[in-house]
């Protein structure tokens, strides 16, 4: 793992030490650009994916003694396979803590944000306020208003 990312996963690790499960998603999104999600909870934050689609991860690292799950979206294709009828994403009931780590171009933002589901684009955040634009006068056929 690469230094920066190993640092960020020890901040992570330390200031979250009392959970059961430490998970990371990798959503490589672009060629330069790469979202990942650090959760830490009393179960997994995929838990309904993992079981729907019998997937667990396939890699970890060990962090101040904690074990984490990688994930990269891949792992449904690797042994895998449908054990229910219906997939009801509970990710939402999930409790846990979550860090957004968002990479472009090797310029790192940490987002220590809450929980957002892995492998979904992120809302947009608005930095500008939109003010529609106010006409002057208004022509219409000859008559203006």
Not at 62 to 83: A, C, L, P
Request: negative net charge; hydrophobic residues 40%.
């Amino acid at each position: 793992m690469k230094q920066d990312i190993a640092l960020i996963v020890d901040d992570f690790t330390s200031e979250n030490p009392n959970y059961k499960v430490y998970e990371l998603y990798i959503d490589k999104i672009m060629p330069d650009s790469i979202i990942s999600i650090l959760f830490a909870g009393e179960k997994s934050l995929t838990c309904s994916e993992n079981s729907y689609f019998k997937q667990k991860s396939i890699i970890h690292c060990i962090s101040n003694g904690k074990r984490i799950d990688i994930y990269s979206g891949f792992e449904r294709y690797i042994d895998s396979k449908i054990v229910s009828d219906s997939l009801i994403y509970q990710h939402a009931q999930t409790a846990g803590i979550g860090w957004t780590i968002i990479d472009v171009k090797e310029k790192i933002i940490i987002e220590k944000d809450g929980v957002n589901y892995p492998f979904i684009p992120l809302p947009l955040k608005i930095t500008v306020p939109f003010a529609p634009p106010v006409p002057l006068s208004l022509q219409f056929s000859g008559f203006e208003y």
